[in-house]
């Protein structure tokens, strides 16, 4: 119930600050833009949009409202709370992946792109978002300002998304499904194209450990260095 409540408290957070509008008004221009591609760019450039949604949009947008929530004095009540720090980091993690998933479901509908496996794109969405979340969350421990935190986020999403450029198929390049980012957009990429089910299975799984690596990570940081501050 606690963790129910939590979310629900954050979308509306997130709702009175403004982070829904800015979404909504992101997935217009980015409608607006795929409206003129032809067909076969189309194909190639709307997976890449809507895994940059999760991604990069996610990232930012978690060190926004982290960095309110600091200034509002929302972080310096939870050693009081009876909110755990798991709850706290998965209402997060929840909350904007809701999200994500509300932005890919409506970029790729109104695309009137082909044939979707839709439950791939709601779990590559998912998942995707969740990993950018917690990273968010981990760049964020120790940063004062917003624009500290810009600075520290350049190296994670070089780190990130330069390894995704291994999917144009050069030679070699399963081995970059290693990259967390990598195998995201491979799944989302699935959901759009087709992919075996065996390797859609083989992704989900990595990612979902993935997942659970980086949120007892992101708890540990998050305790150390944003409540505790050690």
């Given at each position: 119930?606690?963790?129910?409540?939590?979310?629900?408290?954050?979308?509306?957070?997130?709702?009175?600050?403004?982070?829904?509008?800015?979404?909504?008004?992101?997935?217009?221009?980015?409608?607006?833009?795929?409206?003129?591609?032809?067909?076969?760019?189309?194909?190639?450039?709307?997976?890449?949009?809507?895994?940059?949604?999760?991604?990069?949009?996610?990232?930012?947008?978690?060190?926004?409202?982290?960095?309110?929530?600091?200034?509002?004095?929302?972080?310096?009540?939870?050693?009081?709370?009876?909110?755990?720090?798991?709850?706290?980091?998965?209402?997060?993690?929840?909350?904007?992946?809701?999200?994500?998933?509300?932005?890919?479901?409506?970029?790729?509908?109104?695309?009137?792109?082909?044939?979707?496996?839709?439950?791939?794109?709601?779990?590559?969405?998912?998942?995707?978002?969740g990993i950018f979340t917690m990273c968010g969350i981990i760049i964020n421990a120790g940063c004062e300002t917003v624009?500290?935190?810009?600075?520290?986020?350049?190296?994670?999403?070089?780190?990130?998304?330069?390894?995704?450029?291994?999917?144009?198929?050069?030679?070699?390049?399963?081995?970059?499904?290693?990259?967390?980012?990598?195998?995201a957009l491979r799944l989302m990429l699935g959901a759009y194209a087709g992919i075996p089910w065996y390797e859609a299975?083989?992704?989900?799984?990595?990612?979902?450990?993935?997942n659970y690596l980086c949120l007892r990570w992101t708890i540990r940081v998050f305790e150390n260095r944003i409540i505790?501050?050690?």
């Amino acid at each position: 119930m606690r963790l129910l409540n939590a979310i629900w408290a954050d979308v509306r957070f997130q709702w009175k600050q403004g982070f829904y509008l800015v979404y909504i008004l992101i997935t217009i221009i980015y409608l607006i833009i795929l409206s003129f591609l032809p067909k076969d760019v189309l194909s190639i450039a709307l997976p890449l949009v809507v895994f940059s949604d999760p991604s990069v949009l996610g990232l930012f947008f978690i060190g926004g409202i982290i960095m309110l929530e600091k200034a509002q004095g929302v972080l310096s009540v939870l050693m009081v709370s009876p909110l755990r720090t798991t709850e706290y980091v998965l209402s997060k993690v929840i909350s904007l992946a809701l999200v994500s998933v509300l932005a890919a479901f409506a970029i790729t509908g109104f695309s009137k792109y082909g044939s979707v496996n839709w439950f791939l794109l709601f779990l590559s969405a998912i998942l995707t978002s969740g990993i950018f979340t917690m990273c968010g969350i981990i760049i964020n421990a120790g940063c004062e300002t917003v624009n500290q935190y810009m600075i520290k986020t350049i190296p994670y999403m070089l780190l990130f998304i330069l390894p995704c450029v291994s999917l144009m198929g050069f030679p070699g390049s399963w081995a970059f499904t290693i990259v967390p980012s990598v195998a995201a957009l491979r799944l989302m990429l699935g959901a759009y194209a087709g992919i075996p089910w065996y390797e859609a299975t083989a992704l989900i799984i990595y990612l979902i450990v993935v997942n659970y690596l980086c949120l007892r990570w992101t708890i540990r940081v998050f305790e150390n260095r944003i409540i505790y501050q050690d």
